[in-house]
């Protein structure tokens, strides 16, 4: 699959410009603030619906515009097809494939999937938990739109118990429906919990394997799923898990009362990675970080091209000239087959590798 061309109109800083792409590597030059970034997320909202900078949609339509346009030519499950999104300030956007208007993003899935890589990846198994939840959801949600709606009403649900928990100190009575509450979350708690050891289980042997090809099989990357602590295992049946995910609230039901809080359930949950039995978050140098790092960016590639059996789309914000010639190699070396787009100020080294487009204050530079 590929984008063979694209055109923006009132997107972030760009006014109307049409682009046209290679089907291997796009490189994209030019200073800072030119507009490289933001090309890149309409590339990744055109598959998806989603913007990895933003939730709200209206952010991204041009501070003098009304509205703002996507649209693109693409190549997927053997043929040309047409994806177009209109997006408003303070409106629903709208969306359109091949001329028909869509109800929901749901109708895009595996008709260009993109992973993008930018350089706060990098840190990801050193920073806080939430980043390496937003990682794993990210791509889950892209392979698997039930995962998507189970996890949009977890989190509906978990900020009404949220608020029912805070208000109850003002009014008892609402403690009451609290039970309904617990109940719903260990439900759907299960089900995330069931998607993810699968899922993880298939990144972390992924990952394993490029970090394997890159360490010279010195170091052995082993990735674990962390979730509730009743949880003894994961891949058990989910009416096995909604009964451990029970039993942690019901322990955990006065400390909640208290502080006000939902301290239970997958919305704590968080992965770890050990590089032969050492904790990489708590012992790892920087390189053997990034490395891992790459690893995991690449199994997320690997697993979605498997799933949909074509190469998704990938997504390089600035990330190479963050890392060292080796690392890079590494990198450029596995990125071979598919469709890359590759931003960078200063080309250097890159600019063999494919097409290059230079952009300037939200205009492609002609030449
Ligand atoms: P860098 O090399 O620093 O990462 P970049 O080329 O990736 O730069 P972008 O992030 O793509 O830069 O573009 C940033 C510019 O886009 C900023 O100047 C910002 O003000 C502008 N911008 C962002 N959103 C909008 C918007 N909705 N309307 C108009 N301009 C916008
Ligand atoms: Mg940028």
């Not at 509450?181 to 708690?189: D, F």
């Not at 074509?310 to 600035?318: H, K, M, Q, S, Y």
Request: charged share 25%.
């Amino acid at each position: 699959m590929h984008l063979i061309e694209l055109e923006l109109r009132g997107f972030r800083n760009y006014r109307q410009e049409v682009f046209r792409f290679d089907q291997g590597v796009n490189l994209i030059v030019g200073s800072n603030a030119q507009g490289k970034t933001n090309l890149l997320e309409s590339i990744g909202f055109l598959g998806s619906g989603k913007s990895f900078r933003t939730q709200k949609n209206g952010e991204m339509v041009r501070f003098d515009e009304d509205f703002g346009e996507i649209t693109g030519q693409i190549y997927s499950q053997g043929r040309e097809q047409n994806i177009r999104w209109l997006l408003f300030p303070g409106r629903p956007r709208q969306l359109w494939r091949n001329g028909v208007k869509k109800k929901s993003a749901a109708d895009l899935t595996g008709l260009l999937p993109s992973v993008l890589f930018c350089p706060e990846d990098l840190m990801i198994l050193k920073s806080g938990a939430s980043a390496r939840r937003r990682l794993g959801d990210t791509v889950l949600c892209a392979l698997r739109p039930n995962y998507e709606a189970a996890l949009t009403e977890y989190n509906r649900i978990l900020e009404q118990k949220s608020r029912i928990l805070k208000d109850s100190h003002e009014d008892i009575r609402l403690l009451s429906i609290l039970p309904d509450y617990n109940e719903r979350l260990c439900q759907v708690g299960a089900l995330l919990i069931s998607y993810r050891a699968r899922f993880y289980q298939s990144l972390g042997a992924e990952a394993a394997r490029f970090h394997g090809q890159f360490s010279g099989g010195t170091e052995e990357f082993h990735l674990e799923y962390k979730t509730v602590s009743t949880v003894e295992d994961p891949f058990a049946p989910t009416e096995v898990l909604r009964e451990r995910l029970r039993a942690h609230l019901e322990s955990h039901a006065r400390a909640e009362l208290q502080s006000g809080q939902c301290l239970t359930g997958p919305h704590k949950d968080d992965f770890t990675i050990t590089l032969s039995g050492v904790d990489l978050k708590a012992f790892g140098s920087q390189g053997q970080t990034r490395t891992a790092a790459i690893s995991l960016k690449l199994a997320q590639r690997e697993l979605m091209k498997r799933e949909f059996g074509e190469e998704p789309v990938l997504l390089l914000d600035d990330v190479l000239s963050e890392l060292d010639e080796k690392r890079q190699d590494f990198v450029l070396n596995q990125i071979k087959s598919g469709q890359v787009f590759i931003t960078c100020c200063e080309p250097g080294r890159f600019t063999k590798l494919g097409k290059t487009m230079e952009i300037s204050n939200g205009q492609l530079v002609e030449g």
